[in-house]
């Protein structure tokens, strides 16, 4: 496999279930990235990690939990979430935490009912 | 606040019709303005990054280009399979984080 690949696409859970999503790349890239994605809205950045190490937390709900293992997989952690949290959740991956591309994942349609 | 807009929302084009899409970004601090490509239900696709003022790349019926304060995304002769919407974003020294804007939706007639 090469590029990002998130699972699972998509994703229907109740509010007081706890889900994750996984994202692995296969690009030997340092940086990966949690972004959200709501309709007529500009993609926001959720969670940066570099080299392993979280480097940015935008002011996310502590609903949402991140996890980065290693360099090929991240995860996003979710529980209690609320019906507002029903967008396309995207990871992504770069060489390095900076100015270089970012390359995307399918994303994962997440529904919360 | 940094920032990047984009314009038009949306844009009808007959196949064949060339056109442009614009997006205005944070001026201070640029340290990369990228183009993306993203298809329904699907994530944003690479297709550009323009580091400095006068700075030109092209792929297929596609050139970005860009000013001290706005980059183009000029499509030529665009066909139907050239339908999606247009993401741009920007990555400052200020911020250090990618912001994007909210996109051109094209969608392109036969």
């Known amino acids: 496999e090469t590029g990002v690949t998130q699972t699972p696409r998509h994703l229907v859970m109740g509010m007081t279930n706890k889900k994750s999503l996984k994202c692995e790349q296969h690009?030997?890239?340092?940086?990966m990235y949690w972004y959200k994605q709501s309709a007529k809205k500009p993609l926001e950045l959720m969670f940066v990690?570099?080299?392993?190490?979280?480097?940015e937390n935008n002011s996310v709900p502590s609903r949402f939990s991140p996890e980065c293992p290693n360099s090929s997989h991240l995860f996003l952690h979710l529980h209690t979430l609320q019906p507002e949290d029903s967008a396309l959740y995207l990871c992504?991956?770069?060489?390095?935490?900076?100015?270089?591309?970012?390359?995307f994942g399918q994303g994962t349609r997440l529904t919360v009912v | 606040e940094d920032q990047v807009t984009q314009s038009p929302e949306a844009l009808r084009l007959q196949e064949g019709e060339s056109s442009s899409l614009n997006c205005s970004y944070t001026?201070?601090?640029?340290?990369?303005l990228f183009w993306y490509r993203q298809d329904p239900g699907k994530g944003p696709e690479f297709l550009f990054t323009?580091?400095?003022a006068g700075e030109e790349k092209e792929k297929e019926r596609l050139k970005a280009t860009l000013t001290k304060k706005e980059s183009f995304l000029h499509i030529t002769a665009p066909k139907p399979e050239d339908s999606a919407t247009y993401l741009c974003?920007?990555?400052?020294?200020?911020?250090?984080?990618?912001?994007f804007g909210t996109g051109t939706r094209l969608k392109v007639l036969a």
């Open positions: 001026v201070s601090g640029l340290r990369g």
């Open positions: 974003a920007e990555f400052t020294s200020g911020t250090y984080k990618y912001i």
């Open positions: 690009l030997g890239h340092n940086a």
């Open positions: 323009l580091y400095s």
């Open positions: 990690y570099s080299l392993e190490e979280r480097v």
């Open positions: 992504a991956s770069s060489q390095e935490w900076g100015h270089t591309e970012a390359f």
